[in-house]
T-cell receptor, first 109, second 114 residues
Framework: QQPVQSPQAVILREGEDAVINCSSS?????VHWYRQKHGEAPVFLMI?????EQKGHEKISASFNEKKQQSSLYLTASQLSYSGTYFC??????????FGTGTSLTVIP | KAGVTQTPRYLIKTRGQQVTLSCSPI?????VSWYQQTPGQGLQFLFE???????NKGNFPGRFSGRQFSNSRSEMNVSTLELGDSALYLC?????????????FGPGTRLTVT
């Protein structure tokens, strides 16, 4: 029931774009996105509630396709500070919450 | 506004002992969730408390328990510790239930079981 993220790892040069996908086998109520830097706690990026909405936060945005039980995180014009591990967190309609498998993102100069 | 605080930050225990971890949420937040993070299993949900009631629980044995007080502070207890319980334990608070609201994480408690 743990959502699967892809890719597992990605290396970008500054200014490049990336897409991280999160796919669940269960019907979802909400999808959360977090970024965790090494040795630190996860930091909340955004939450998407069912309804197929898309949200934006500076150069980071996300979409949620409720029917496909999928969410995607879009990072545009990446900066060095974007480096870290990205996790999606999914809450299904049974109130169960699972973090995704994680995507390691490295931005290099 | 003060963030989520967790105490202690580091803990070393012996197999068979029990441990209690504490979490103080952001003022005004009513939901506290607990997570276990290990290199092998990643981030796993333990349980969520909302207004002193356990809202839901992850797939962990009964040795893991928790509670929430009227001031929203929460404690997590692990009895009969096993080596596999060594992990970073994170708590997170949100103003509304976790499914609907933003979660803010504390720095975590690093538990080592020897």
């Amino acid at each position: 029931q743990q959502p699967v993220q892809s890719p597992q790892a990605v290396i970008l040069r500054e200014g490049e774009d990336a897409v991280i996908n999160c796919s669940s086998s269960k019907a979802l109520y909400s999808v959360h996105w977090y970024r965790q830097k090494h040795g630190e706690a996860p930091v909340f990026l955004m939450i998407l509630l069912k309804g197929g909405e898309q949200k934006g936060h500076e150069k980071i945005s996300a979409s949620f396709n409720e029917k496909k039980q999928q969410s995607s995180l879009y990072l545009t014009a990446s900066q060095l500070s974007y480096s870290g591990t990205y996790f999606c967190g999914t809450e299904n309609t049974g109130n169960q919450f699972y973090f995704g498998t994680g995507t390691s993102l490295t931005v290099i100069p | 506004k003060a963030g989520v605080t967790q105490t202690p930050r580091y803990l070393i225990k012996t197999r068979g002992q029990q441990v209690t971890l504490s979490c103080s949420p952001i003022s005004g937040h009513r939901s506290v969730s607990w997570y276990q993070q290990t290199p092998g299993q990643g981030l796993q949900f333990l349980f969520e408390y909302f207004s002193e009631t356990q809202r839901n629980k992850g797939n962990f044995p009964g040795r893991f328990s928790g509670r929430q007080f009227s001031n929203s502070r929460s404690e997590m207890n692990v009895s009969t510790l096993e080596l596999g319980d060594s992990a970073l334990y994170l708590c997170a608070s949100s103003m509304v239930d976790r499914g609907s609201g933003e979660q803010y994480f504390g720095p975590g408690t690093r538990l080592t079981v020897t």
